[in-house]
């Protein structure tokens, strides 16, 4: 069973720093992408970073202009995102999730498995 724990969110002010922990587990390393989601209140859900498993090859969207990267642990089983000089609007709540066809990318409809969401908050 596929399972993704997402942790690591809470209050943080302006300009500051802050990681995320994906701990993920049933899943086979290799065959899927594991990917970060935001969404903030009254909006859509959208893709910010994924690695692929079967080389760990790392994709940050281009919006975010480098504040945001992501990263895992040598076994993937713990899949971070680093965020800098974090913005009001990087409010919202992050999720972690797995696309099991393993082709990643930033569509949240590619990616069937997800887990709780952790609530960010960025103060001004």
């Known amino acids: 069973e596929v399972q993704l724990q997402a942790s690591g969110g809470g209050l943080v002010q302006a300009g500051g720093s802050l990681t995320l922990s994906c701990a993920a587990s049933?899943?086979?390393?290799?065959?899927?992408?594991i990917g970060w989601f935001r969404q903030a209140p009254g909006k859509e859900r959208e893709g910010i970073s994924y690695?692929?498993?079967?080389?760990?090859?790392?994709y940050n969207a281009d919006f975010l202009k480098g504040r945001f990267y992501i990263s895992s642990d040598n076994a993937m089983n713990t899949v971070f995102l680093h965020m800098n000089s974090l913005r009001p609007e990087d409010t919202a709540v992050y999720y972690c999730?797995?696309?099991?066809?393993?082709?990643?990318?930033?569509?949240?409809?590619?990616?069937?498995?997800w887990g709780q969401g952790t609530l960010v908050t960025v103060s001004s």
């Open positions: 049933g899943f086979k390393r290799g065959d899927c992408a």
């Open positions: 690695i692929n498993t079967s080389d760990g090859s790392t």
């Open positions: 999730a797995i696309d099991s066809t393993g082709w990643g990318m930033f569509d949240p409809s590619d990616y069937d498995y």
